[in-house]
């Protein structure tokens, strides 16, 4: 058994897991796993930058991170980050901030490299259901970027797209500053069309309509499939391997988009970071299902963290020491 830790920042949140992994069976046991919304990118596809305040935002989680995983006593620790600071210009203010507070520097990874570990973390424990069929279309909706992967045990192919629900919501749905309170149709139908054209160009190197099973992830996955169960309050355990049919997702989407922010922020299950993104996630979500067919989602919350945990272990070369904590 090796304890180790794995953040995941991404644009609108981050997230921590520190587990006990076990690759003789493949068991990953949690020991500690959370999540704060910090909206790293927070105006970074208008500005190119990552501004003081989100910083300071994420920075502030980080402190809060490093405390937990010296009580847990991880002896690994890998911080990827993703879409927001992969794209911003002054993402080493960034790398320097993480490596000052956790002691370890942040990796700020490909698309390409987020979709493999979103596929492993997401399918690990799914290879072996007798009722999901094979190829697996793994989508990760984050807050930057889309994630899809199309595979088997392994990758076949891969493609991350600029439509995460932060981008979506601030590129159509911001007026002077505030999310539309609720979004004009036309506004609407200009965030649909731009979904479209990304799936255009993911289906010219991902076979999105040859997989069998859908598997969604993050936030906006999750928080659909809460709705779809009028939980009284996020439940990971209830939401975990759920499934949600194309009717549900359609009718939801449908509602977070033509509801007002008060409305959204009412539902039990809602976390007050994803009020106002929550409807971008949403089409996302069913425009991707409309273009393949599937007839339900299979939500997991096992996903991207999971992935970057498994890859401290699963290979030789993490043993020369870049991730062992001193």
Not at 65 to 78: D, F, N, S
Not at 127 to 140: K, N, Q
Not at 181 to 195: G, K, Q
Not at 225 to 238: N, R, T, V
Request: one cysteine or more.
């Amino acid at each position: 058994m090796t304890r180790v830790a794995a953040i995941d920042c991404g644009t609108n949140s981050i997230r921590l897991l520190v587990a006990d992994a076990d690759p003789a069976t493949g068991e990953l046991t949690d020991l500690d796993r959370r999540m704060t919304i910090v909206r790293l990118g927070q105006g970074v596809d208008r500005t190119g930058r990552l501004a003081p305040e989100a910083l300071e935002r994420t920075f502030a989680a980080c402190r809060e991170y490093a405390e937990a995983i010296k009580e847990h006593g991880a002896q690994r620790l890998r911080f990827v980050a993703t879409s927001a600071s992969r794209d911003a210009e002054n993402r080493d203010e960034f790398v320097r901030g993480v490596l000052d507070i956790l002691g370890v520097e942040p990796e700020v990874i490909t698309g390409d490299q987020e979709a493999e570990f979103s596929f492993t973390g997401a399918t690990k424990e799914l290879t072996g259901r007798a009722d999901l069929h094979r190829p697996f279309l793994v989508v990760d909706i984050g807050g930057g970027s889309t994630e899809f992967v199309v595979g088997d045990d392994h990758v076949r192919a891969a493609r991350s797209v600029d439509v995460g629900c932060v981008r979506m919501t601030e590129r159509h749905l911001l007026v002077d500053g505030a999310v539309m309170d609720p979004p004009t149709e036309e506004r609407i139908a200009a965030m649909r069309a731009d979904i479209e054209a990304a799936l255009d160009r993911v289906e010219r190197t991902v076979p999105l309509r040859e997989a069998r099973t859908l598997v969604g992830l993050a936030g906006s996955v999750t928080t659909v499939s809460a709705i779809a169960q009028d939980l009284p309050a996020y439940d990971s355990q209830a939401i975990h391997h759920s499934r949600v049919t194309l009717e549900r997702v359609r009718e939801i989407t449908d509602r977070l988009l033509h509801a007002t922010h008060a409305e959204r922020a009412e539902i039990p299950s809602m976390h007050p970071g994803r009020v106002d993104v929550i409807g971008a996630g949403a089409l996302v979500l069913l425009s991707l299902m409309e273009r393949t067919g599937a007839k339900e989602v299979v939500v997991s919350e096992h996903d991207i963290l999971d992935g970057i945990a498994w890859s401290l272990v699963a290979d030789a070369r993490w043993e020369a020491g870049r991730y062992r904590l001193r």
